[in-house]
Every structure is written in C-alpha cells, then in structure tokens.
C-alpha cells in the first residue's frame, strides 16, 4: 500500500525509525532537551534554541503526516472521520512524547527495540 504516491508503507516505517535516531543522536537536541528540564532559571532560556530550530521541521512534519491520512483515507486504511489536521497533531504529540522517553530512560537498547517494534505494530 502506498501512503503517500510513489512511497510505500514501508518507507514511512523506516522514516519513523531513521526520525528518531536522528533526532536522539542530536547534540543540540540533548543539550537544550537537558536545559530545559534540569537547568536553572537562566538556562532555561537556551532551551527557545531547540523550539526555534525545530519549529519548520514540526510544521514539514505535520503537513507528511496530514498527506499519509489523506492519503490512508483514499485507499481504505482510515475512513472518512478521521480528520487529517487533527491526525497530523495527534501523531505529532506522540512521537514527541516518546522523545521525552528516550531523554530520561536508563537503558536507550530497550527503549529503541521497544519503539521500533511499537512502529512495526503501528505501521503495518
């Protein structure tokens, strides 16, 4: 099936596993993720570096996933309810979510096996 013409749905797995490797192997990301949950008054601030230089990719990102549940509605996988925008931040605020998992575990093995199986449940 394609989610998004030209893509199959397993390149949308592989983007959601490549997405997440990236973003945990940033230094940037560590450092302001770091900041601003264990810094002090002042550092927090440098945590804006991280929303600023994240916001265009969240936007770039919102606006695939509003395309694969356009898309996931015309070939059957979603139907008719589901509304893209809504989709599109759901998924958003999820996959972040489990950015914050990655930044406070103890064990970054099992938490990654853990994620990409959770993909391979999700992206079937």
Known sequence: TELIPGKSVEAFRSYLKKRMELIVSSALFRGCFHLKYNGTPNDIGAAGILIGA?????????ELFSRICLRGREVGIF????????????????????ETQFFITKDMAST??????MVDFIIK
């Open 54 to 62: 994240r916001r265009d990719f969240d936007e770039w990102e919102k």
């Open 79 to 98: 139907n008719s309810n589901i509304n893209p925008k809504d989709f599109a931040e759901m998924f958003e605020m999820l996959l972040k979510g489990v």
């Open 112 to 117: 990654r096996a853990t994620y990409n199986e």
